[in-house]
């Protein structure tokens, strides 16, 4: 069996000590082992001393041509790279490209991105502001890369988004990247920096890559590093109380649990378009990557009237959908199994906790027989369908709005049919990444924007009109913010150019009016 090595200081190198083995979740042969990694002190300073001075060295349009190389060279491997992710991550065929085509996808919007950024090595942000009305000194605010290195920890469902999409914001910011994929599916995020790294497209120390556990890393993190991390609220936890992190002042972006919501609005009338939209989005969300997204709905709030139609409709739906969830490989199936046998008994266990406010209506999460799986096999839970009990919506104390159950898992709660009350219970989640309103009644949507909206990183509306063509919400944009308060995290990722504050540092620079113009290419200062 292949041993998955880290790719450090410009080589491959062996992990030491008790190695961790990759399984195919559906069926868990065996795939490869990934032992800890040493030397991480080196590491990080070969990123910082060797790749962030050759990136600093290019200006924004040219570190945004590489970012659309890498894309184009990944794309020429995409069909063996698909490949993989079927086989190492549980991953229908559709999965797998989300996955994958998600990550080229940030790589060339910010590759675009790139081409309306200015030749200067800043970002200037605003003009220049006078501080004294009769004075002629001002401030200008900008953004300069920091002169770190970005750690990239990244969560388990996304192998390949969650990598590339946060290489590509730091790499076009002038930062170089440490990635650490999460180990039980890191064959994936591999193979791609492997990829990467015979192509020799990027300079020396700007992209690494750890395997398996971050060991000491973080204890070699310096005020001019950064963290981007994305996973589960208790790890997330350590990282915030890490005393390096604490005392050196080491920037961390948090990405992390979400009990995200759908609203669908009083006015929305069974068998309208937007009625089909909200269904078929509550199928997609539950049921693509077997529901282990940071952005699928775990919560649908549904007017009282419109409770049985909407619950007997998905739940038909998703009862097609259990009949085809097994081994991805068939092509029968369109659901996989969870990623690995802890997220499955830490899906069971969380059902467990929501039946003590809500009751299943849909699926059986012992079931064991799957499509194409040998018996007693695989890492399997078909789509689950609950319903609050009557009288749990607006308690602080509910499980589903406490608990986040990472599968295909979704509890209705029926609700009256305002926002208010609508608001009150999707704030009880704690701070969500996206909420979805279905509805054409405009002041019902506006009102959504100022009471949902502080309990989020991203809010949809979708109306009649935009029913055709509006995208799931789990769909993750480059364009748009992605992150939310709270218990999302607190963190901010992508969103175009916001992106890359997270890598760059704001300066306020103060002086003479035309100095300043001249220097800095702003606006010329009145
Ligand atoms: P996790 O167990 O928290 O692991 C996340 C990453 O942290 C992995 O790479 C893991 O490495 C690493 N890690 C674990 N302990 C660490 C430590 N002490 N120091 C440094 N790194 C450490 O989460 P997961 O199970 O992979 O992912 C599931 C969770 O991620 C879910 O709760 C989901 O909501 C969340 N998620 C959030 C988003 C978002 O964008 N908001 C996206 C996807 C997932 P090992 O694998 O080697 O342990």
Known sequence: MRALESYLSGTWKSGTGTPATLVNPATEAPLATVAPATDLAAAVSFGRDRGGPALRALSFRQRGALLAAVAKLLHGHREALLDLSQHSGGNTRGDAKFDLDGGLGVLAAYAELAE????????????????????KIRAQHLLVPRHGLAVHINAFNFPAWGMLGK??????????????????????????????????????????LLMGPAGDLLDHLGPQDVIAFTGGADTAAKLRGHPGVLRNGVRLNVEADSLNAVVLGPDLAEGSQLWDLALRDAVIELTQKTGQKCTATRRILVPHERLADFRDALAERLGELASKTGDPLSKAVKMGPLSTA??????????ASLQQHARIVRGDPERRDFVDVPAGKGFFLEPILLEANAGTLTDPAASFHQIEVFGPVATLLPYDGSITEAARAIALGGGSLVSTVYSDDREFSAKAVAEIGPSLGRLVLNDEKSAAGAFPPGCVFPQANHGGPGRAGGGAELGGRLGLELYMQRIAVQGGASQLARLLGGKPAA
């Not at 802890?342 to 059902?351: M, S």
């Open 116 to 135: 309306t950024l200015p030749a200067d090595p800043w970002l200037l942000e605003g003009d220049a502001a006078a501080i004294v009305r009769t004075s």
């Open 167 to 208: 290489a590509a914001v730091s790499l076009l910011a002038g930062m170089p990247v440490l990635s650490k994929p999460a180990t039980s599916t890191s064959a994936l995020a591999h193979r791609i920096i492997e990829i990467i790294a015979e192509s020799k497209l990027l300079p020396d120390g700007a992209l690494q």
């Open 342 to 351: 802890q997220q499955l008994t830490d899906a069971r266990k969380g059902l």
